[in-house]
Antibody, heavy 123, light 108 residues
Framework: QVQLQESGPGLVKPSQTLSLTCTVS??????????WSWIRQHPGKGLEWIGY???????YSNPSLESRVTISVDTSKNQFSLKLSSVTAADTAVYYC???????????????WGQGTMVTVSS | EIVLTQSPGTLSLSPGERATLSCRAS???????LAWYQQKPGQAPRLLIY???SRATGIPDRFSGSGSGTDFTLTISRLEPEDFAVYYC?????????FGQGTKLEIK
């Protein structure tokens, strides 16, 4: 059974870069047919999709964050990562990694999520 | 980007009752690429419905989804105590993927 686990600092200073890693266990990130996303949830608010990566390295990010977002993959470690630069208090949120299954080019939604990690931006 | 508006914001019902949650899109959702998620406090969202009407693995058949174009509905036929949570719709037909603001289903 595939599981996802986020890891990274819980506190980041303003203007610095937020860095998180999602470790995939119980399955291979490079098996194909899946897109690996980052999604965040501001405290008490709704969900915001940040971007995704395919095991090949192709990525797509939300245009609202694109200029600050880097998503990368390390298939040897079965991990993918998020870097968000120039953070402000508005980036304080719970960050989730999630798997999106695609069958014959058709997405089946985000079927597996990590437990989420709270990141606070504060000096 | 497609804006999803969910209604009502809060729905107060009793166990055993039927719940109907609405999700309206600002433009047509391509190929019915609309999903519903359930989120309980302190937990990650759980996929309930994808493709507007297909139940995800392990989801009880009291959950059903319907709709197309810009109007979608999640129906819970007979509420169980564990169904009281926040529900989000999400479109993945066009980028960026977007979520609705959520409907809180609370016990009356």
């Amino acid at each position: 059974q595939v599981q996802l686990q986020e890891s990274g600092p819980g506190l980041v200073k303003p203007s610095q870069t937020l860095s998180l890693t999602c470790t995939v266990s119980g399955g291979s990130l490079s098996s194909g047919g899946y897109y690996w996303s980052w999604i965040r949830q501001h405290p008490g608010k709704g969900l915001e999709w940040i971007g995704y990566i395919y095991y090949s390295g192709s990525t797509y990010s939300n245009p609202s964050l694109e200029s600050r977002v880097t998503i990368s993959v390390d298939t040897s470690k079965n991990q993918f990562s998020l870097k968000l630069s120039s953070v402000t208090a508005a980036d304080t949120a719970v960050y989730y990694c999630a798997r999106e299954e695609a069958v014959a080019g058709t997405s089946l939604g985000f079927d597996i999520w990590g437990q989420g990690t709270m990141v606070t931006v504060s000096s | 980007e497609i804006v999803l508006t969910q209604s009502p914001g809060t729905l107060s019902l009793s166990p055993g009752e039927r719940a109907t949650l609405s999700c309206r899109a600002s433009q047509s959702v391509s190929s019915g690429y609309l999903a519903w998620y359930q989120q309980k406090p302190g937990q990650a969202p759980r996929l309930l419905i994808y493709g507007a009407s297909s139940r995800a693995t392990g989801i009880p058949d009291r959950f059903s989804g319907s709709g197309s174009g810009t109007d979608f509905t999640l129906t819970i036929s007979r509420l169980e105590p564990e169904d009281f949570a926040v529900y989000y719709c999400q479109q993945y037909g066009s980028s960026p993927y977007t979520f609705g603001q959520g409907t809180k289903l609370e016990i009356k």
